[in-house]
């Protein structure tokens, strides 16, 4: 098991997080643009969709894969190899019910399609695409718990490494496809292979590094009851994130349109995808949070905090400011005119976005504490009522008025909730200080995009190609860092970033 410090594993992780993302992120651009010149867009819109229908099944695990993780950051500190063989017996056998019950409800599901489909040209053998898509899913929960005590080992890296080789040559496949069959068929055929075999492969390193989970090993009673406590709880929470994050796409495709959901796709690809390299920075770090809230104080706590906070600052503004100038044209270089929403729209995206970011700390601190008992129904709460402002406002203002809702329900419920709880119980410093520092970021972001918009017009009417284009983001990447540079160079968490930066360096030569 691991036995390395947590500043190399967090590291390692990172890194090699975001060069199987930044990999990813190339081809499925290669990828959608090839998609786009052969297929209809309504084929896009229906993956899309049946990404959100699939992630509301998914609901089926009510949070297991959370509480497993969380259930293995101690018995891995404690090297203690008896519970963690019960804890993969106990959860294989879960998931096994849990694959089953996903592929059931999947196929009574199948016959419902129609009535979400919002379609001008009907697509032939809809079902049997949706019925490839959800066999992923099953699949994927069969071997969902040997990828989660690696991942909570410290050893994220070894799962980035195979995702990225898999999807390498899967993604080149598909491209193949593509442009010889032109077949929408034998291109999710290719999807469910390499997800097989990304699963595999994972499956059988985690049998060669943990051997003791053959063994046959029973979980105590007391055990199972903490863990199904856990469960209830955090079940509410992923109730709450899936109706936040899947029925966004639905509601477009029964308000607005299947097709528009297509075209949502290809302008969110770039926000969901950096929002994905946002997330790894923090994702990397829970299995390193969960091992310093069991070993460390609340001021080692809320110092690491603390600098997670300023990252997502920096990291949101940044992505933010250089989106708002950038996306229009590399949506129009790449896709070609008629792809680009109206200002409203974008501002919609823009401000999920960015909340999505600056609230990773939390979310990372909340996978480590494991306070979903005590936020569970602010989440619930917030869930409704984004339901309900999406319905009445994407009826009377669109596609801009059911991502506004997303935004106005996390900021009425759980968004200044949360923080709260973790700073009370976890973190023990001002609440006050953490509002006030998001209050001065926003501030800061905001002039510094209207100053840019009003004082050098050009910077939006020019429409350069591939080379002006980065050009372009190469100046607007440079002036938003010297902003955020100013902004954070004397603050105690910029030192310790550049103390542990040069460690780092230094373990490296």
Known sequence: MNSESRTYNSARNLTMSIINKVVHILLTFIGRQIFLRVLAIDYL??????????????????????????????PLAEKDEDKLAALIGFYKKIYNYIAAFVGVAGLILTPFLKYIINLDN?????????????????????????????????????????????????????????????????????????????????????????PFIKKKAQLSAADRE????????IFVHKLASVIYTSTDNILISIIVGTAVVGKYENYCLATVNLASIASIIFGTLSPSIGNLIAKEAPEKRMRVFNVMQMVSFWTGGFFVFCLFFLLDNFVTLWLGAGFSFD???????????????????????????????????????????????????????????ILLATCISKLLTYIWY?????????????????????????????????????FIPQSLSWNPGWLGWILKGFVCAIGINIVYILRYFRTPEFREIKVKAKSLLKRGR
């Open 122 to 210: 009907e697509i032939k053998y809809i079902e049997v695409y949706y019925l490839i898509s959800l066999a992923n899913v099953v699949t994927s929960y069969l071997f969902v718990y040997k990828a989660t005590i690696i991942t909570a080992d410290q050893h994220n890296s070894i799962i980035k490494k195979y995702s990225m080789w898999t999807t390498v040559a899967g993604m080149a496949l598909q491209i193949v496809v593509l442009l010889t069959l032109k077949s929408y068929l034998v291109y999710c055929l290719v999807t469910m292979l390499g997800i097989l075999t990304n699963n595999l492969l994972i499956s059988g390193k985690a049998d060669k590094m943990y």
């Open 418 to 454: 949360e923080p709260r709880v973790l700073f009370r119980d976890y973190l023990g410093g001002s609440i006050a200080r953490y509002f006030l520092n998001h209050f001065i970021n926003i501030i800061l972001l905001a002039a510094c995009i209207a100053l840019t918009y009003y």
């Open 226 to 233: 903490d863990i199904f406590v856990n469960i209830r709880s």
């Open 343 to 401: 200002m409203l729209t974008k501002a919609a995206i823009f401000i999920n976005f960015y909340l999505a970011i600056t609230l990773n700390p939390v979310i990372s601190f909340r996978e480590a504490t494991g306070i979903y008992k005590k936020t569970k129904y602010v989440m619930v709460s917030g869930a409704v009522l984004n339901i309900v402002l999406s319905v009445i406002m994407g009826k009377y203002i669109g596609l801009a008025g």
């Open 45 to 74: 819109g229906i993956n899309g969709l049946f990404a959100n229908v699939l992630s509301m099944l998914s609901l089926a695990d009510l949070g297991l894969a959370v509480a497993m993780s969380y259930s293995f950051y101690k």
